[in-house]
């Protein structure tokens, strides 16, 4: 059994990115619920570090902004010039002089790195009690990367750069991972020996396992069981592969739990989302952040969840929602929106063309049609009718409405805050309700109707319409005049 080890883990992210083209640094570009910085820390928190340092550069104040939200944990380092990987981490352990047993290094920017790949190693490292193990992998393509150079017995004799190596070194598809552990002290001595002796001018951390073995010390190589998860990302067009391929671990993952996904090509489902069984994702859709989907639920298709609740066997069709709550069996959409802190209770309903915004809607009720609901209460099984505002502005402040429970209101009505409506109440369509309105009543907030009878015979003879009206005279005169009422 290895002894239990202090452990470093330090994470290389103060290079600038260049090919990204961005004023973004590279390892805070975003993939799927985290910036490539936070997947690495995310593959590196099982490890349980003592200690973690990310070295800093490009962009250092919004890399450490980014640490004390996602990792206020870690310590961040400047390293204000980048003069190689070997140098970061020598400026690293200097933060640290206290360091001993494990330090793991992991480059920024490999966010496909799974945290058992990262233990993996480590335990390898421990168990042999290996001076450096790097962790490589077989790729169909090594362009610009590291190889693994073995020697006769298969040995690691070193790792050299691409544009270091020799046309032979080159044909190797054994490649540097870009993540080590090391023991700390024999890692300290041999930074202290780095030369800057190669194409680019650089400290190169790999040149440590040169400098070990030819001391004596046991290097060694852990190899990745996919390589797919040492995959780098350097330019745009690699992170949208890289996207792409944690999408389809993380749908893959989920289905396996019992979730249905429709269309896994178009579902993108961050790492931080949850989605329990027998719910269904159709296609187009896209969960993101701290969104949780409850069984049996249905979402999408053509549908984004940001920060969102959905309760069991709710179902949201064609929508966006941020920052919502959507309680059990409540339906919402096709085309609604729900903005932050909209509360649907349990079978509520917002339906086609609704917008609501701190909304809490009680247990059964429904906003069928046409409507924005903002700032607003309504109780419990109350029907609110099609195109009706809520009139939460009055151009400086917001004011609240609250509609009871049982409450039935007319099509389009304006509610202007701040205004009460009660249990029980009802308002005729096209009202305008500017008072309170007690349980029970009936509010009738709208001009009266008046008929003014043969105006279009008067006023416009000889059109259609005076034609059509000169029929329906004649017909009514037959029939004693047909009324229907619609509904
Ligand atoms: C490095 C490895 C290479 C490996 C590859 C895997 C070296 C010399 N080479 O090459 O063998 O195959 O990763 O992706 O290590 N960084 C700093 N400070 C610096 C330089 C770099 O913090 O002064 C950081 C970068 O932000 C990045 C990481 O270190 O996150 C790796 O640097 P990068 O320039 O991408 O090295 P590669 O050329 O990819
Ligand atoms: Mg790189």
């Known amino acids: 059994m290895s002894q239990p080890h202090l452990r470093t883990v330090v994470v290389l992210a103060a290079g600038e990115g260049k090919r990204m083209k961005s004023s973004l640094p590279k390892v805070l570009h975003p993939l799927l619920g985290r910036t490539l910085l936070g997947h690495v820390l995310a593959a590196a928190g099982p490890l349980g570090a003592d200690r973690t340092v990310v070295v800093v550069g490009h962009g250092a104040d919004q890399v450490r902004e980014h640490l004390s939200e996602v990792a206020p944990g870690a310590t961040p380092v400047l390293q204000e010039r980048q003069l190689g990987t070997g140098h970061a981490v020598r400026i690293a352990l200097d933060a640290v002089p206290d360091a001993s047993g494990t330090v793991v290094v992991i480059n920024g920017d490999v966010p496909l790195l799974r945290p058992e790949t990262v233990q993996a190693l480590v335990e390898a490292h421990e168990e042999a009690a290996a001076a450096a ?67 680019q001018g650089e400290e190169y951390l790999t040149d440590v396992f040169a400098l070990l073995r030819d001391a004596g010390e046991p290097v060694a190589v852990h190899c990745a069981a996919d390589h797919v998860e ?17 999408r389809d671990r993380v749908n893959e993952s989920w289905m396996r739990t019992g979730v249905s996904i429709l269309d896994p090509h178009t579902t993108w489902i961050d790492v931080t989302v949850t989605v329990e069984r027998d719910a269904v994702i159709d ?20 549908t984004t969840l940001v920060d969102t609740v959905v309760g069991a066997g709710a179902s949201i069709v064609r929508s966006h929602a941020l920052g919502a709550e959507v309680g059990p069996q409540a339906s919402v959409g096709p085309y609604a929106y729900l903005r932050p802190e909209s509360r649907l209770g349990r079978k509520a309903k917002v339906g086609t063309f609704v917008e609501t915004k701190k909304a809490s809607i009680g247990d059964g009720s429904k906003v069928p049609h046409l409507s924005y609901v903002g700032d607003a209460t309504i109780g419990e099984h109350s ?10 502005y009055d151009g400086v402040r917001k004011h609240h409405t609250t509609i009871g429970s049982h409450a039935r209101t007319g099509a389009d009505n304006m509610f202007v805050a701040p205004v009460r409506v009660g249990d029980g109440a009802y308002t005729a369509a096209g009202s305008v309700i500017t008072g309170d309105v007690p349980p029970g009543a009936m509010a009738v907030a709208r001009g009266q109707q008046r008929n003014v009878e043969g105006w279009v015979l008067r006023k416009r003879a000889g059109t ?22 619609g509904d």
């Not at 870009?178 to 024999?186: L, N, V």
């Not at 350097?234 to 944690?246: C, F, H, I, S, Y």
């Not at 296609?283 to 053509?302: C, F, H, I, Y």
């Open 133 to 199: 193990t790097v962790l490589a992998a077989e790729v169909p393509d090594p362009t610009g990367l590291g190889r693994i150079v073995r020697d006769v017995q298969g040995q690691l004799e070193q790792i050299v750069e691409e544009r270091d190596a020799t046309p032979q070194q080159r044909a190797l598809r054994e490649i540097n991972a870009g993540i080590y552990a090391f023991d700390a002290a024999r890692l300290r001595e041999a930074l202290g020996k780095l030369s800057t002796d190669n194409d």
């Open 230 to 246: 040492t995959l780098g990302c350097n330019d745009r067009v690699e992170l949208a592969a890289l996207r792409g391929l944690l």
């Open 283 to 302: 296609q187009n859709t896209q969960l993101q952040g701290a969104t949780t989907v409850g069984e049996g639920a249905l979402v999408g298709p053509d």
């Open 383 to 392: 029907n609110i009718g099609a195109a009706t505002v809520f009139v939460n």
């Open 464 to 485: 259609d319409a005076a034609e059509a009206a000169r029929r329906a005279g004649e017909g009514a005169s037959d029939t004693g005049g047909a009324a229907s009422e």
